[in-house]
């Protein structure tokens, strides 16, 4: 019997990146959601097809039979039911500010008032203006956020701590590498049926293949070097104008 009879996976997750359209700009997105269920359809050797939950409650379109398996940002405990297994991925991710190192911004409740840009489809738009008071501008892509950040249109730039972090690294951002802790860090895990024990296993052999070739490390590095690249092309447009 095949695991996927139909030869489409249908996966929930929380943002799908918009298929890319001739002569647009090529931006990479945030997270890396998408590549995930790619591989993993990929391995099955079918078609992923994604359907989007809401953060308010992410196993939703698997409780109403709408997709075979969710992938979200979940603690075992939150998604914890007899009608579920939880498959951590071994990536976690939290809300992450970055701003120039010469900011007077320490803290987060000093966000209040200030402009701060966040990428659509990252799961912490509408967060910084309710919890801060901050003033949101939302962007299509994080290299659209980061450079905003760096031609000074916004006092932080808010994104998956998992991607700042790496991008910090990166000489270039050296002057901009500032950073507010941590918050609301969740690993990022699959959440299938409980009933559907082979599929349920199939992923945690996909998971446990990714830690040992440290598949996540360099698929995530990999995507801040290209939103690095994306920034560096447009600031230089920008630079000569």
Not at 26 to 54: C, H, N, Y
Not at 161 to 173: R, V
Not at 215 to 222: D, F, P, Q, S, Y
Request: glycine share 6%.
């Amino acid at each position: 019997m095949e695991l996927v009879p139909a030869g489409t996976l249908t996966v929930g997750v929380e943002y799908a990146p918009p298929a890319f359209v001739g002569g647009a700009k090529v931006r990479t997105p945030e997270g890396i959601d998408a590549l995930l269920v790619d591989d993993i359809a990929r391995r099955l050797s079918a078609k992923a097809q994604m359907t989007l939950f809401t953060q308010a409650n992410p196993t939703q379109p698997l409780e109403d039979g709408k997709v075979r398996v969710v992938l979200a940002p979940v603690a075992e405990t939150d998604a914890a039911s007899a009608s579920s297994r939880v498959i951590p991925t071994g990536y976690s991710a939290g809300a992450m500010a970055i701003m120039r190192s010469d900011t007077d911004i320490k803290q987060w409740n000093q966000l209040q008032g200030r402009t701060v840009c966040l990428a659509e489809g990252g799961r912490y738009v509408g967060m910084l203006a309710e919890k801060y008071g901050a003033i949101e501008k939302v962007f299509k892509a994080p290299a659209d956020s980061l450079l905003a950040l760096r031609i000074g249109e916004c006092d932080a730039a808010v994104h998956d701590s998992a991607m700042l972090n790496e991008l910090i690294k990166l000489p270039e951002w050296k002057k901009f590498s500032a950073r507010l802790p941590v918050q609301d860090l969740k690993p990022l895990a699959f959440v299938v049926a409980s009933n559907d024990a082979e599929l349920a296993d199939y992923l945690k052999q996909a998971v446990k293949a990714w830690a040992n070739s440290q598949h996540l490390e360099k698929i995530t590095k990999a995507a801040v070097q290209d939103i690095a690249f994306e920034v560096y092309l447009d600031q230089t447009v920008t630079d000569c104008h």
